[in-house]
């Protein structure tokens, strides 16, 4: 499984790179901080709503800290998606190493 730095990701943004950013944390969470564009699932939820994710994109996905992320990543591997990508570090390291105005918790 493919893994990013938060740095990758915002380069991948300001070029206006074609892939979705998957954010699989939980509501309350995504309340809290998020990042604007963002296609958010709930890791429960992931399996019965993976009609949504196009399998010819590449998908980010995140969570709080990457392990959630880095879980789905691979489960959506295991199921057909070769583009699946875990963002390492999650938004906590986005809020820390790319924008600020981001929440932490």
């Given at each position: 499984?493919?893994?990013?730095?938060?740095?990758?990701?915002?380069?991948?943004?300001?070029?206006?790179?074609?892939?979705?950013?998957?954010?699989?944390?939980?509501?309350?969470?995504?309340?809290?901080?998020?990042?604007a564009g963002a296609h958010h699932i709930p890791m429960g939820e992931?399996?019965?709503?993976?009609?949504?994710?196009?399998?010819?994109?590449?998908?980010?996905?995140?969570?709080?800290?990457?392990?959630?992320?880095?879980?789905?990543?691979?489960?959506?591997?295991?199921?057909?998606?070769?583009?699946?990508?875990?963002?390492?570090?999650?938004?906590?390291?986005?809020?820390?190493r790319v924008d600020s105005t981001v929440p932490r918790y």
């Amino acid at each position: 499984m493919l893994e990013i730095p938060v740095e990758k990701l915002a380069s991948w943004r300001k070029e206006g790179k074609d892939f979705l950013l998957l954010d699989v944390r939980e509501h309350d969470e995504v309340q809290t901080a998020f990042i604007a564009g963002a296609h958010h699932i709930p890791m429960g939820e992931v399996p019965g709503r993976i009609n949504e994710l196009p399998k010819e994109k590449e998908i980010v996905v995140m969570c709080h800290h990457g392990g959630r992320s880095e879980r789905v990543a691979a489960f959506l591997e295991a199921q057909g998606f070769p583009n699946a990508i875990n963002l390492e570090g999650g938004i906590n390291a986005w809020s820390l190493r790319v924008d600020s105005t981001v929440p932490r918790y």
